[in-house]
Each structure stands twice: as structure tokens, then as C-alpha cells.
């Protein structure tokens, strides 16, 4: 799919909600985290230390290195179902009991988009590029 991505990349500054993109070229971002769609469940939350939750690696490098875009990359290799780990960051912005920094932008990222390839809660939550 052909978009322009200086405007991709001024809809990102915005940061008004996540942004679902039809084959993303990575090369033209710098600074992100990416986040596999066919990651772990358990990546997406935090875990305890002792009585001290802590967030995921993910997040404490992307708060610690002031990084303000996260790309879930290849959403729809996985299935629908299990599109819905997700639901969490894309709705609240949140990771267990970590919010996301203000500042910090989402782009979905997936070789097919459309309602057929993405769980309709997700798909929801997304404006489409």
C-alpha cells in the first residue's frame, strides 16, 4: 500500500490514537520499539519482585530512553483471538498498572488490514491508513 509518510509521520506526532498501516517500511522511522504481534501474552504486562511490580523490559527501556513510538509489527499473522492481547495498550495505554508516557505514539503494523484480518475490537480502536 502507498501512503505518503511524512503525513504518517505527522499523524504520529499528533498522537491521537493508534494508527493501523498496511505494510510499514520500518527503515522509515527511527527510535521505536517494536513489539512482535507473535510475542509472549506475559511481554505485555509486568511481573513482581519481591511485593514490587515492575514493567516490562519493552517499557522500562522505552520510558528510560524517552522513545515515543511503539509499532506492534505483523498483527495479522496471528489470529484474531489472539489479536485481542493487545486490547489493553491500544484502549487505555496501559501495560498492567504502567501507563504509556503521554508523549508516546502507536503504530499497527500488518501485511493485511481489513476487517477480515484484524479482531473487530481491535480494529476499533485504530484509525486506518
Not at 509518510?5 to 504520529?12: F, S, T
Not at 498522537?15 to 505494510?23: A, E, H, K, S, T
Not at 520510558?63 to 484502549?91: A, G, M, P, R, W
Request: aromatic residues 10%; contains cysteine.
Amino acid at each position: 500500500m502507498s501512503f505518503d509518510i511524512d503525513y504518517l509521520k505527522q499523524l504520529v506526532k499528533c498522537n491521537v490514537c493508534p494508527i493501523l498501516v498496511c505494510d510499514l517500511d520500518l527503515s522509515n522511522f527511527k527510535n521505536y520499539i517494536c513489539i512482535n504481534a507473535d510475542c509472549d501474552k506475559l511481554d505485555l504486562i509486568g511481573h513482581f519482585e519481591g511485593d514490587k511490580e515492575v514493567a516490562p523490559n519493552w517499557l522500562s527501556n522505552l520510558t528510560k530512553n524517552n522513545i515515543q513510538l511503539i509499532v506492534i509489527d505483523d498483527l495479522c499473522k496471528i489470529s484474531k483471538d489472539e489479536q485481542l492481547k493487545f486490547y489493553e495498550l491500544l484502549k487505555y495505554r496501559k501495560v498492567g498498572v504502567f501507563e504509556l508516557p503521554k508523549n508516546c505514539a502507536i503504530l499497527v503494523n500488518s501485511s493485511k488490514v481489513g476487517k477480515e484480518y484484524i479482531n473487530k475490537q481491535i480494529y476499533s480502536l485504530v484509525a486506518k491508513i
